[in-house]
């Protein structure tokens, strides 16, 4: 992309050197004319730069948000799932509980079942002597 050397200056440079005014008037003016381009290019990398840094910050930024948003619905999934195994666990207990009550209740009856029986046999058994 290097310009050639031996390219003509463009028109509005041109105007500026005036050969009959003098040699060094010329060097001023084609050294004011290089500094110009100096700055202006100096100015042109640094918007470049800036605009390049605002556009790794928002990819920075954006890739932030969402990973945060990634992880938030990871934990949200995490915690529903761990709700509905909470909830099927108490389900669950719940039902076991009541089996059990259920078996306790069940053997007491038939233990007061099988004592009316085994006292009504031995009352049973005492009239009849």
């Given at each position: 992309?290097?310009?050639?050397?031996?390219?003509?200056?463009?028109?509005?440079?041109?105007?500026?050197?005036?050969?009959?005014?003098g040699v060094i008037r010329s060097w001023i003016s084609l050294?004011?004319?290089?500094?110009?381009?100096?700055?202006?290019?100096?100015?042109?990398?640094?918007?470049?730069?800036?605009?390049?840094?605002?556009?790794?910050?928002?990819?920075?930024?954006?890739?932030?948000?969402?990973?945060?948003?990634?992880?938030?619905?990871?934990?949200?999934?995490?915690?529903?799932?761990?709700?509905?195994?909470?909830?099927?666990s108490f389900k669950r207990g719940e039902l076991a509980v009541?089996?059990?009550?259920?078996?306790?209740?069940?053997?007491?009856?038939?233990?007061?079942?099988?004592?009316?029986?085994?006292?009504?046999?031995?009352?049973?058994?005492?009239?009849?002597?």
């Amino acid at each position: 992309m290097e310009e050639s050397l031996s390219k003509p200056l463009d028109d509005a440079a041109l105007t500026d050197v005036d050969v009959q005014k003098g040699v060094i008037r010329s060097w001023i003016s084609l050294g004011l004319g290089t500094a110009e381009n100096t700055v202006a290019t100096g100015f042109g990398l640094l918007n470049d730069v800036r605009y390049e840094a605002v556009a790794a910050t928002d990819a920075t930024i954006d890739y932030v948000e969402r990973l945060s948003k990634g992880v938030f619905g990871l934990g949200r999934k995490a915690r529903n799932r761990v709700d509905h195994l909470a909830v099927d666990s108490f389900k669950r207990g719940e039902l076991a509980v009541n089996v059990l009550l259920q078996a306790i209740h069940r053997t007491g009856n038939s233990a007061t079942e099988l004592a009316a029986e085994t006292a009504g046999a031995a009352v049973g058994e005492r009239s009849a002597a």
